[in-house]
């Protein structure tokens, strides 16, 4: 049996920010480890149950040279962007916004589901843009839960989100290598960590898993070590989360919402949004996020 020391190289244990009604839990960028792969944010949130009548309401804010991923294992958020794009993600579809030279967008819980009190549980991360590419215009993909394909073996049902693996590939486009999947085991499941990707993190995010027989704390991200082929089981049933692919031979630098090579590109989107020059939001433009002095989100150093 393998050991944690042959199978990790790092272990994340999250930062968790207590917004009230829910939790999130945030394991990049951290103080040691900036990215897997194109992955430099990685936020776990819920699963949680909002009171009657309320729900998420994430405000216009801005984003740049960077691509956001959202996935939900419950509930459903209404997406609205700065180039007019609309969409409500539910569980097991993913949404792909692509920020490139900028765009603004909102997520909140659809009106329709307030009443009873949404649900509110799942993943949001965000892919750094390669060089040569940070600055491509913005857009918007989301795609079905058909078009993500299953893979199903005995106790074993993942959902390829991004990329190829298992000798499947997902719809959802890239900008660089990835690899991303859900991974459901049923008790007694088990199945292999494809091993090409450059960089792989797992993430166990419900009951209770193992890779290569160590157990896996929920939601710390665990590295794998590169080449190292693993396996991820579980005795009582659980949900990992597989992350990572192609590494960057440039470094990335966080600020808030800006993610970009060169520190002067983030100063600018910094000033644009005091400034107000960044596009409004059709049908959500009442309101925003003001720039922070001391964000939340950063790289190290």
Do not use: C
């Not at 027989?213 to 693993?230: E, K, M, N, T, V």
């Amino acid at each position: 049996m393998a050991t944690i020391e042959t199978a990790f190289d790092q272990v994340i244990t999250p930062v968790t920010h207590d917004l009230g009604d829910f939790k999130v839990n945030r394991t990049l960028p951290s103080r040691p480890r900036t990215m897997v792969g194109p992955f430099i944010f990685v936020d776990e949130f819920g699963p949680a149950r909002l009171p009657a009548g309320r729900g998420m309401d994430v405000r216009p804010h801005p984003h740049i040279n960077l691509a956001t991923v959202t996935y939900l294992f419950e509930g459903a958020i209404e997406h609205r962007d700065s180039i007019g794009s609309i969409a409500v993600i539910e569980p097991g579809a993913i949404n792909l916004m692509t920020a490139g030279s900028g765009i603004v967008h909102s997520e909140r819980s659809p009106q329709d589901i307030r009443p009873a009190g949404p649900s509110l549980y799942g993943m949001q991360t965000w892919l750094a843009l390669p060089d040569g590419k940070e600055e491509i215009d913005p857009a918007f993909d989301h795609v079905p839960a058909e078009m993500l394909p299953l893979v199903e073996d005995s106790g074993v049902r993942a959902r390829v989100l991004m990329g190829n693996l298992w000798g499947v590939v997902a719809a959802t486009p890239q900008h660089s290598p990835t690899i991303y999947a859900d991974i459901a085991l049923q008790a007694g499941g088990a199945i292999p960590v494809d091993a090409e990707a450059d960089e792989r993190a797992v993430m166990a995010v419900g009951g209770e898993a193992e890779l290569d027989g160590q157990r896996l704390d929920l939601f710390s991200l665990y590295i794998l070590r590169p080449g190292h082929a693993a396996r991820l089981s579980s005795a009582g049933g659980g949900r990992v989360m597989l992350l990572g692919g192609a590494a960057f031979a440039t470094p990335r630098h966080v600020f808030w919402n800006f993610v970009s090579s060169s520190r002067d590109r983030i100063n600018q989107a910094k000033a644009d949004w005091k400034a107000m020059r960044f596009a409004t939001i059709p049908g959500d433009d009442q309101e925003f996020i003001p720039l922070p002095e001391v964000p939340l989100t950063v790289s190290y150093p």
